[in-house]
């Protein structure tokens, strides 16, 4: 992690002020992920305040997708699933009285923020599975994870796609379908 570190300060400094937000909130995701990785909760809630508020400044056009998604996985390490449900409400995800989804096209093809979104989604379905034991959730959320990683796979996004079969797995488990 120093090493990946000290690369990122490097990439910082050589991108120079280009005009835009995303270099400079994308730096702080990546270090909020390199404290998480450390399990630094405070510190990966630090950094994503600081991309926060330069995205409040200057919104980003970019990385917007990947703001939410790891103030998502921040909010949960917290025990602060409103917060995270709230992050996802603006893009067409509900929570309260059952899991509900923009619809994907069964053939639709999977990009890296869509992804990015929809396993955040997941990732709060399961926390709140783990919380309140809602299996129609969980059931229904195993279902799109099919399709999220049907069309992550068919746009090559292979981060996302391994993301995606990760929290899959993690929903059966909750569900008791051990071997699936």
Not at 29 to 49: H, N, P, T, V
């Amino acid at each position: 992690l120093e090493k990946a570190r000290s690369f990122l300060q490097r990439s910082v400094q050589t991108s120079g002020a280009v005009g835009y937000s995303d270099p400079a909130i994308y730096h702080h995701i990546m270090l909020s992920r390199m404290a998480q990785m450390e399990g630094d909760w405070e510190g990966a809630a630090q950094e994503m305040q600081q991309a926060g508020n330069l995205a409040r400044l200057m919104p980003p056009v970019m990385v917007r997708e990947h703001v939410i998604s790891q103030q998502v996985r921040v909010e949960l390490s917290f025990d602060r699933p409103a917060a995270a449900r709230a992050l996802l409400q603006a893009e067409g995800f509900g929570f309260e009285g059952g899991f509900r989804f923009p619809e994907l096209p069964p053939e639709a093809p999977v990009t890296e923020p869509l992804g990015l979104l929809y396993n955040s989604a997941l990732r709060i379905v399961l926390h709140q599975a783990r919380k309140e034991k809602l299996p129609a959730d969980l059931k229904k959320a195993v279902a799109l994870a099919g399709v999220v990683l049907d069309g992550e796979l068919r746009s090559r996004h292979l981060p996302a796609a391994m993301e995606t079969l990760l929290l899959r797995g993690q929903l059966r488990a909750a569900l008791g379908e051990e071997q699936a």
